[in-house]
């Protein structure tokens, strides 16, 4: 599914010192800094502050940087740019700054993706001329993915009471980041599939045990357990729910 723009809610301040005389040029003249990442299950609890920081260079009467918010969805490498209220504009120092911070609050973002901002920089001299130029990257805020992930952690062989019989007993466990409703387990030997069986609904983190029994297997043969066997959870990974084992030989 395509990632539409966020709703974006900005907090912006800017910080200026008085300059008290030329100001050494720094190692490091301009810096784009990831100032916090904010994680949650619902939009309302994500969010990302990024933050340019300039000094004055020598010979430069005011300082300008101009945020891009920009947007990496988890399938790809490519980042693109997001267009959001405040962004795109060039943002300038009072005349005489010799340091100037600027610092933006993005809210409601949606996952899973990852945030960063491009920063452009600009020293502009006492008759509006650009005295230099530059561009630096914040670190990337991420934002996982919040829905559930069933998983089926392990799958046990037991001998069952009936002769030829044998239970089938599987740990799942939820990986997500929230909540998973009632599912269903399905156990399958050599590709012949049992009756499912009821997996409770699970909280982020928890697992439970879930036996199954059936026909006795046969020996290396193909054991399959998948979890969520009738999709009913709307998953983080749907690609993740069978764990697979060969059946031991007869007790």
């Known amino acids: ?19 008290t005389g ?7 003249a301009a810096k784009a800094v990831l100032g916090g990442c904010e994680r949650g299950p619902d939009e309302l609890d994500r969010a990302a502050v990024f933050e340019g920081q300039m000094r004055a260079l020598r010979g430069a009467s005011r300082m300008q940087m101009r945020f891009t918010l920009q947007v990496r969805p988890p399938d790809t490498s490519r980042w693109s740019a997001v ?5 795109g504009i060039w943002l300038g120092s009072a005349p ?5 911070v600027y610092t933006k609050r993005v809210e409601n973002l949606l996952a899973p993706a990852s945030y960063r901002v491009l920063l452009r920089f600009r020293w502009l001299t006492a008759e509006g001329g650009v005295l230099a130029r530059a ?8 934002q996982p993915d919040p829905r559930p992930n069933l998983v089926v952690r392990s799958l046990a062989v037991q001998p069952a009471t009936g002769a030829g019989r044998n239970r089938y007993v599987a740990f799942v466990r939820n990986t997500g980041r929230s909540a998973a409703a009632a599912s269903s387990l399905r156990v399958a030997l050599d590709g012949t ?8 609904a699970l909280e982020a983190g928890e697992g439970v045990v879930v036996s199954v029994e059936g026909p006795a297997c046969t020996e290396a043969a193909p054991v399959d357990a998948d979890a969520d066997a009738a999709e009913a959870v709307d998953e983080a990974d749907e690609a993740d729910n ?3 084992r060969l059946c031991p030989p007869p007790f």
């Open 1 to 19: 599914m395509p990632l539409r723009a966020p709703i974006l809610a900005l907090l912006c301040l800017a910080l200026a010192a008085p300059a």
């Open 22 to 28: 030329a100001a050494a040029v720094p190692r490091s």
């Open 83 to 87: 267009a959001a209220p405040g962004f």
């Open 96 to 100: 005489g700054t010799s340091r100037y």
């Open 135 to 142: 561009k630096a990257y914040s670190r990337a805020c991420r």
């Open 193 to 200: 599939a049992l009756p499912p069986a009821p997996v409770a």
């Open 242 to 244: 069978r764990f697979t």
